[in-house]
């Protein structure tokens, strides 16, 4: 079974990560908590089957092992790299926490990096199936994609499905297998613009964009509004904006308000000092029970 490590940054933290929103519940992830391993399956090239992979935390590194034959060390580094976030300098945030005074938990206890997909297309398509419904309808729809269209690997798993297989089907397929409702002609339009080289998502993690102008770029796709793109521009490095929605607000509600309803723009006022950094504020800020 190969074996590979990466020297893990001084100011990251395994279990932070990995826990920091609910990705790690979704196929083709798979995680133990007990042992602390997170498994993935990894689409490391276009044309090659796919691998499963089990990343976890090893004294000053990270450990993966994969059950594939043969395996593109770098790409897979690469990978675990984005997926864990292990290049982003969070350094400002905590700095900013440390200066305000609020939130310095997150900097106390190295959390803060986002868990994200392999791929940006990925989140993409799993944000649109956060949007107005309950996690397990979420779980149901991601996990349905995985088994009715992703690539097998070699141990019998499935990687997220590719632009092309999803292109490839008929909103009723969305509608009546994966149970997508109003969001499958998105998918659909998503999966067939991708396909087609129309649009890029992977290149929103590079754009020189002002993330004003890279959230009406992401709005532009359907079934991405506000709430989507705002949360799909934390998973690109991008924390200008709140994302705020029903869970948020409750939250807010009952730490910072007494439990009482306020507009939007108190929450906003409250996190202001943060500027870039403000959306991973409220974030950390509305998360911090998970970790007590």
């Known amino acids: 079974m190969p074996k590979f490590s990466i020297p893990k940054p001084a100011d990251f933290s395994f279990r932070h990560t990995v826990n920091s929103h609910g990705w790690y ?36 590194t990270v450990e993966i092992k994969t059950d594939a034959a043969v395996v593109d060390a770098a790409r897979l580094k690469a990978s675990v790299r984005h997926l864990l976030r292990l290049d982003d300098n969070i350094g400002e945030f905590y700095e900013a926490a440390s200066k305000i005074g609020k939130v310095t938990w997150a900097a106390d206890c190295f959390a803060g990096r986002l868990l994200r997909s392999a791929t940006v297309y990925e989140d993409l398509i799993k944000t649109v199936c956060t949007t107005n419904c309950t996690w397990s309808v979420t779980r149901g729809m991601t996990t349905k994609l995985v088994e009715q269209l992703g690539d097998e690997t070699a141990c019998g798993r499935r990687a997220f499905p590719t632009a092309e297989t999803m292109a490839g089907m008929p909103a009723d397929f969305y509608r009546e297998t994966i149970r997508a409702g109003y969001r499958s002609e998105y998918l659909v339009e998503i999966a067939v613009s991708v396909a087609e080289g129309r649009l890029d998502p992977e290149s929103w993690l590079t754009s020189d964009l002002p993330t004003v102008e890279l959230k009406k770029e992401m709005k532009r796709v359907k079934g991405v509004g506000d709430y989507a793109a705002d949360n799909l521009l934390k998973l690109v490095g991008r924390y200008d904006g709140l994302a705020l ?48």
């Open 25 to 60: 519940d979704l196929r083709p992830f798979e995680f133990d908590a007990d042992n602390g391993v997170l498994g993935c399956v990894f689409r490391l090239s276009g044309n090659e089957q796919p691998i499963y992979a089990t990343i976890r935390e090893r004294g000053d």
């Open 245 to 292: 929605d029903s869970w948020l607000r409750a939250g807010f509600y009952k730490k910072h308000n007494r439990g009482k309803k306020c507009p939007d723009k108190k929450i906003e006022r409250h996190y202001a000092k943060f500027g870039a950094w403000q959306g991973l504020a409220i974030w950390c800020d509305m998360t911090e029970d998970w970790f007590a």
